[in-house]
């Protein structure tokens, strides 16, 4: 498991040899995870007769998993239903253990079986759960860490939202997805046609607030299996899989309404409007390269007729 690098593949990994090796047909893993500016413990993994459970969020000092991440103590429980620190008694399950995740001192989660019937588990069991799960947190830890780092590097600093080489890796795997399927696939290429005049009228710092805020409505008001992305400077990127030149329409149509309000009154004295350029896969291009570049020159096209209806050159952003 030391070798295990991606979170996800190590959880599996967790529940399956709690069952296959030790013999524990339910098992979960909770960690430690903050969520809106507080500490949640989430369910990361469950089998058996807590397999339901995955995604279920434990606020901080609720429940019996925060009581055995806080004090670093395994407990065992002989029956869920007559306890009062179980916040979630299902009919199925009346006994469990619980051991912490603990790493160099500090509290990551918390290691848990179940059983259907009452006073199934021995000291035994808790000793055995409690060793491994010693073994296994510096695992989670790195795990954790690696997944941070590599989500870091997916990331735009100032905008959160995905960054270019994100953007571009995921767009090959579509490429290569599309070939493999009749369904198609489009891209877009958004861009801000007034964000130089703030830049230099109200500053950076207001120009940083523009981005940001039309990156949260991207982010808000599109579909879950798209991607948005900052592509660079105050141009953003949208991937939407199996989706054809009609739909990436209304798609951007009801996005960019949804931006223009993004910005608040900056918006408004600045005039900041969207020219956008979008292709679509296979009839604008079978490749990566072919797509950016269909979707650059409608983005310019539309950039020139943006710069003479208002009587100027186009906005260079």
């Known amino acids: 498991m030391s070798a295990v690098l991606d979170l996800a593949m190590l959880l599996r990994h967790i529940i399956s040899a709690m069952h296959d090796a030790i013999g524990f047909e339910s098992s979960a893993v909770s960690l430690l995870e903050l969520c809106d500016g507080q500490d949640v413990l989430v369910v990361k993994a469950a089998s058996g007769l807590r397999a339901n459970t995955v995604g279920l969020r434990f606020p901080r000092g609720r429940g019996l998993v925060w009581e055995v991440m806080q004090g670093q103590t395994p407990i065992v429980v002989p029956d869920l239903h007559a306890d009062p ?6 009919a199925g399950v009346r006994s469990g253990i ?3 995740l603990v790493t160099r001192n500090r509290s990551i989660g918390v290691l848990s079986a179940y059983r259907a019937a009452t006073d199934a588990f021995t000291e035994a069991d808790l000793h055995l759960l409690t060793v491994v799960g010693r073994y296994i947190a510096g695992a989670v830890e790195v795990s954790q860490l690696h997944d941070a780092l590599r989500t870091a590097a997916a990331t735009d600093s100032l905008t959160g939202i995905a960054n270019r080489r994100a953007f571009m890796d995921r767009l090959e795997q579509e490429v290569a997805r599309s070939r493999r399927t009749p369904r198609p696939v489009t891209i877009v290429l958004l861009d801000l046609d007034g964000f130089k005049q703030i830049n230099d009228t109200d500053g950076h710092h207001a120009g940083d607030d523009v ?36 739909e990436a329409t209304a798609v951007v149509t009801r996005l960019t309404e949804a931006m223009i309000g993004a910005g608040g009154s900056a918006d408004e004295s600045h005039g900041l409007r969207f020219s956008w350029g979008s292709a679509t896969r296979p009839a604008d291009g079978a490749t990566a390269d072919q797509l950016l570049l269909a979707a650059d020159f409608r983005l310019y096209r539309m950039k020139e007729q943006h710069g003479r209806l208002t009587g100027g050159r186009p906005s260079q952003g």
Not at 85 to 90: A, E, S
């Open 98 to 100: 619980y051991a912490p």
């Open 85 to 90: 620190r179980v916040l979630r008694k299902d």
């Open 211 to 246: 981005l940001v805020a039309v990156a949260r409505a991207l982010t808000r008001h599109r579909r879950a299996s798209d991607l948005a992305a900052r592509y660079g400077g105050d141009e953003f990127a949208l991937l939407l899989p199996e989706t054809d030149r009609d």
